[in-house]
């Protein structure tokens, strides 16, 4: 049977959304109205959909993205999601070959790198992408934390908690989502509908289960808001009449260490919660720290977040910003791919420049190596002791972390 790999048209596309959902292994197809909504915020020129005898059998979706870099400058961005391939057609290159024509296309457009939250590890390494993110998720049981129960939900400093509801939200949330980005190396953009659907303005879809969280917002001790918290509660009760509640955090922005730690002590002083799960959170992030004990704080999850696809290294290399000055040169290995050559990262007061050269290298390592150094999170030091990176000269690896990485780890707070 003949096997049509193309762009998707308007027909095509409630199928190909139904092929997403059966293979992110949920059966059955998506309402109308559903369909309709996503159509509406789709580039149908950016997903490609592998048919036989009529039904989609592959899918594969991009979309335009900014990725923020260390130093609060974005880059556009080629954000890859919705990628499945239907069992009855796996490990025959169908995904091989809609990667290819994405990473083309998104070349050919200027976009400097792609990313994508990987189902699994093993998947995206050989396109070239790096795990540039990671994440960790904490549960914490509150009377172990060693918080005082006499306190308030309220700060001592001034700022204030107040509660709000889900248009609050779609009100300020987007403007403190793009204060967020402008000093975390790792948030992606965030559309309209993102808001829309995680305060229940938008139509849910009928495999997932919609119940209204609660909202806060953390204001300065000038009124101004610069932190939000969206969490929700499962109303758990022991057997002796004890309430056992878990807040779960569902979105937790704060603009400050002030906000941030208001909104966790906020969150951990509730009546009837017992334990709070943090949701995905940078790894450094201050929760487990700020609490008088630690150890109250359980990692229940630790993985990679954001995957990254240098697909023009030289205008990435020279957006983001760099601790020190440097002269490093860089041989980056992409199987003949766009990241391939030998490049001079030259950091000076007089600007960045990165540029192919012909200078000895100081360093070899491959595409997906250089994505996981790219935003600041990974040691190159690491990667030589791995083998994954080699050194040429002596100090090299101890030079490109002294350029490459940063003070607070990079994060990405969203799964596209
Ligand atoms: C950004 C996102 O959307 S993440 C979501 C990814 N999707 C899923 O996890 C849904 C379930 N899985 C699938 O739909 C498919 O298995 C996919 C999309 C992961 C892979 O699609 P396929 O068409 O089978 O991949 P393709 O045939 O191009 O494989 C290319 C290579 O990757 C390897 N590969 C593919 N998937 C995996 C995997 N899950 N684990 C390990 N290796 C894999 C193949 O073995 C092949 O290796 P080879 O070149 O050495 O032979």
Redesign the pocket.
Known sequence: MSLDVRTVTASDYPDWLRAVQN??LTAGSPSEDDVAERLADTDLSRIQGAFEAGRCV?TFRSFAQRLTVVGGATVPADA??????APT????????RMMATDLAAARERGEVVAT?????Y??YG?FGFGPATWTTEWEVSVHRAGLDPRRSGQPADGGRIEMVDGADVRKYGPELHTRLAALRPGVVSRGERWWKRHTGAAVTPAHEKWTEPFYVIHRDADGEVDGLMVYGTDDKWGDAKQPLNTATVRDLIALNPAAERALWLFLCSVDWVTTVRSGYRAPDDLLPLLLPDPRAARTVSHADWLWLRLLDVERALEARGYEREASLVLDVRDGGGVAEGRFLLDVSPDGTRCVPTTRSADLTLGAGELAALYLGDESARRLVDLGRAEELRTGAAATADAVFRTGRRPWCPDIF
């Open positions: 293979g992110f592959a890859i999601s919705g990628v499945t391939v057609h796996r490990r025959r290159g169908l995904l091989s994508l939250i990987a189902a699994e093993p998947i050989r």
